[in-house]
């Protein structure tokens, strides 16, 4: 049984029964936290508890609220670098999934898909500065190449989506595309694939 753990993008693998979603609120950079407003560490060490370690594994869809809101916001707040912030954000979700794999588990990590090309999204918090579309996209392809290099160093599994869903321009390509933000179910047979070439 492969666990998918992350917030709405989880849910191109709802109703499939090689998978099981446990959806958490939760963000790269605070999920190694012990203590957050989301509890998604407290979760996730109870999901830890109650699987199989030998045969289940364990797949991270998270990341994409922290290139949406979090990194630009951050990086204008305390006057650093987008890159400063993509860098601690990794850094975090690294500690997290050094902490799985202490914990006798096997993370996967599910990168992010490209941004769209709307400047405000719906569902947006109020008050906080947004970057503009094409700093999105530097952000959302900024850290997924960080995030695979630094899962290749450390021999995690990561499963590229962004790459075979980016357009020329460096947003989601419209065919894979739910709405501003999310994958549709055309993405899930290329992560699937992608799992089978990954996972032996």
């Known amino acids: ?45 109870e999901l830890i508890d109650s699987i199989d370690k030998k045969s289940d594994l364990v797949m991270l869809v998270l990341g994409e609220t922290d290139c949406r809101f979090h990194v630009y916001y951050q990086a204008k707040k305390r006057g650093v670098s987008i890159s400063d912030i993509i860098n601690e954000t990794v850094f975090h979700y690294g500690l997290a999934l050094h902490w799985l794999r202490g914990s006798g588990i096997i993370p996967i990590v599910l990168g992010i898909p490209p941004t769209g090309t709307y400047d405000r999204f719906e569902f947006d918090t109020p008050g906080k500065p947004y970057a503009s579309p094409e700093i999105l996209a530097k952000i959302y392809s900024e850290f997924n190449s960080k995030m695979k290099i630094f899962c290749s160093m450390r021999a995690f599994v990561y499963i590229d989506i962004y790459s075979l869903t980016v357009d020329d321009k460096g ?20 992560i699937l694939e992608m799992l089978k070439e990954r996972i032996k």
């Open 1 to 45: 049984m492969i666990y998918v753990v992350g917030d709405s993008h989880t849910a191109i693998f709802k109703n499939d029964p090689a998978f099981k979603v446990v959806e958490i609120a939760a963000t790269a950079h605070n999920l190694i936290r012990e203590k957050s407003t989301s509890n998604s560490h407290q979760k996730l060490q």
């Open 171 to 190: 947003f989601l390509k419209k065919e894979y595309a739910a709405d501003a933000v999310h994958l549709n179910l055309n993405a899930k047979p290329l």
